[in-house]
């Protein structure tokens, strides 16, 4: 069946470094994934996109990988900031399941000065 | 930027009431999600909607709940008779094309009492 699941409930990184948040998906058929990031009472904001025909790409300060054969899929913040503490929600969307999210249960991420 | 709107930001609503809650979605987006977030949980799928129809819901979407498109711009769930349990963040989300990213207003928080 359909299931997202991140390995890591909370990770703490000390400003300017790097992260790494990593999510497992079940589907195989699941061709299309979404990182959207969660600041307290507000919304899921999209961060970056990754179609299955990919292994990587790449925004401002964001790299998305995938690994269809391990179905796994990481995002990497680089220079993390305060800004970017929040809880990280990776999604997928299984295009013969229709249209919806399927979301995995949220990583925080804690930025320490 | 435009952006998904979503009233009220908090519902409070005794047990067994009804309770509408309104969107509006990014003005030429053709698709339209209702998504909830039980507090400390991961988002959850309720239902999406195009060209005037449900085109999937989930297990969640009972009876109790239904969608409307009133006019061109809003968007609504309606819970006919709330229950403790639908307590909840509820999140709308539209999309501009089949597949591609959702972009999520603020949120109602309900509250049933």
């Known amino acids: 069946g359909e299931s997202v699941g991140l390995h890591l409930p909370t990770l703490s990184v000390q400003e300017g470094d790097n992260s790494i948040i990593n999510c497992a998906y079940s589907n195989s058929a699941s061709d299309y994934f979404i990182w959207y990031k969660q600041e307290s009472g507000k919304g899921p904001q999209f961060i970056i996109d990754?179609?299955?025909?990919?292994d990587k790409r790449q925004g401002q300060r964001v790299t998305v990988l995938l690994n269809k054969t391990v179905k796994h899929l990481s995002l990497q913040i680089a220079a993390t900031q305060p800004g970017d503490s929040a809880v990280y929600f990776c999604a997928e969307i299984f295009t013969g399941g229709g249209n919806k999210l399927t979301f995995g249960t949220g990583t925080q991420l804690k930025v320490e000065l | 930027e435009p952006e998904v709107t979503q009233t009220p930001s908090h519902q409070v609503t005794q047990m067994g009431q009804e309770v509408i809650l309104r969107c509006v979605p990014i003005s030429n987006h053709l698709y339209f999600y209702w998504y909830r977030q039980i507090l400390g949980q991961k988002v959850e799928f309720l239902v999406s909607f195009y060209n005037n129809e449900i085109s999937e819901k989930s297990e969640i979407f009972d009876d109790q709940f239904s969608v409307e498109r009133p006019d061109g711009s809003n968007f609504t769930l309606k819970i006919r008779s709330t229950k403790l349990e639908d307590s909840a963040m509820y999140f709308c989300?539209?999309?501009?094309?089949?597949?591609?990213?959702?972009?999520f207003g603020q949120g109602t928080r309900l509250t049933v009492v």
């Open positions: 990754i179609r299955s025909n990919m």
């Open positions: 989300a539209s999309g501009g094309q089949m597949n591609t990213e959702a972009f």
